[in-house]
Nanobody, 120 residues
Framework: VQLQASGGGLVQTGGSLRLSCAAS????????MGWFRQAPGKEREFVAS????????YYTDSVKGRFTISTGNVRNTVSLQLNSLKPEDTAVYYC??????????????WGKGTQVTVSS
């Protein structure tokens, strides 16, 4: 499974960004797709996950109501819409293929990160 993330950038507080993760490989559809992030000096943390059918989604509390994870807009792509961004959302965001959908479930594959910077 190969994962290619894109869409990061610099945005002001309150702004929006859309991250995308293109998945490829013979078995990628077996996994739940997730996004994680790692801020400077902090551990990597779970952000959101989604099944490829789009019927099951999970979010960490700090992003509920602001971020939306989705599939289906582009084939084999998972998107993360980031709205109402705050400086504390600044981090490198990573796409992941997971066994399970919750934050403590195993990550089997990682994509390269994409930087999101929110200025105050």
């Amino acid at each position: 499974v190969q994962l290619q993330a894109s869409g990061g950038g610099l945005v002001q507080t309150g702004g929006s960004l859309r991250l995308s993760c293109a998945a490829s490989g013979r078995t990628f559809s077996r996994y739940t797709m997730g996004w994680f992030r790692q801020a400077p000096g902090k551990e990597r943390e779970f952000v959101a996950s989604i099944s490829w059918s789009g019927t099951s989604t999970y979010y960490t509390d700090s992003v509920k109501g602001r971020f939306t994870i989705s599939t289906g807009n582009v084939r084999n792509t998972v998107s993360l819409q980031l709205n109402s961004l705050k400086p504390e959302d600044t981090a490198v965001y990573y796409c992941a293929a997971m066994t399970g959908a919750r934050e403590n479930d195993r990550v089997d594959y990682w994509g390269k990160g994409t930087q999101v910077t929110v200025s105050s």
